[in-house]
């Protein structure tokens, strides 16, 4: 079913912003695809043929994008995408536990929403948070070293409507339609709220300073035996004797 005349008219206003930051029409599309996808929760088939008209593409051509990303989903998510990481770092810190624990809490699958329509939950690949793993994201916002037992808290405070606030970053989660028109390019006035490195991340910053250390200025150029040690010091003297 194509959207409605009242749903077209106020994407068309939309769509012609995001085409307009591109000197190509089509380098558009995955923002475009942000959009539609938050107007039902997912990117329907109207929504792929919306893109194509919009930007002289073939719905198969879209399709192949929307097939593409895993952040494009093509069935119905809930209000809140409740994403468990378990690529290495994190399946070996708990990640694993943590997804298979809310799959059995909740009753569903990868990738399923809950028979109430609030959560969908799908294991997701690494999300640059090793410091602080096990993670998970709500709506793409941080929750940090997780353990079964928070991580099934932190959903049934979701499904009674009291969603805490993540870790990092806002105050306050939005929905997942919310989250769709932000990765569009429209802001929610949240990005500059919160802490977006934990002390987690700032330990070698940290150490940095307190040893004076820094990187080579650009164009500088480290020799051959970069990294070893300088032999007119004590450390260089131990290891010529060692050799």
Not at 128 to 137: K, L
Request: charged share 25%; aromatic share 6%.
């Amino acid at each position: 079913m194509a959207f409605s005349d009242d749903v077209r008219t106020r994407l068309d206003v939309e769509a012609k912003e995001i085409i307009g930051r591109y000197p190509h029409k089509r380098s558009a599309l995955l923002p475009l695809l942000h959009l539609v996808q938050a107007e039902d929760g997912y990117v329907t088939p109207a929504g792929i043929e919306y893109c194509a008209e919009q930007l002289n593409l073939t719905t198969a051509e879209v399709a192949a994008v929307v097939t593409f990303y895993t952040m494009y989903k093509r069935r119905p998510v809930g209000d809140y995408h409740v994403g468990v990481c378990t690529n290495t770092l994190c399946a070996v810190m708990g990640g694993d536990q943590i997804f298979a624990e809310l799959k059995e809490h909740l009753g569903v699958g990868n990738d399923e929403m809950t028979e109430d329509g609030v959560l969908t939950l799908e294991h997701i690949e690494c999300n640059a948070a090793c410091d602080f793993a096990p993670v998970m994201t709500v709506n793409w916002e941080f929750f940090d070293n997780q353990t079964p037992q928070a991580a099934k808290d932190l959903v049934d405070r979701l499904r009674a409507g009291d969603p805490p606030a993540p870790t990092r970053g806002p105050s306050r989660l939005c929905t997942w339609k919310q989250a769709s028109r932000v990765l569009a390019g429209f802001p929610d006035g949240l990005a500059g709220e919160g802490v977006a490195a934990g002390p987690a991340s700032l330990v070698g910053l940290e150490l940095a300073k307190e040893h004076g250390w820094a990187a080579p200025k650009a164009g500088s150029k480290a020799g051959p035996e970069a990294g070893a040690a300088d032999p007119g010091t004590d450390a260089g003297k131990d290891a010529g004797a060692d050799s």
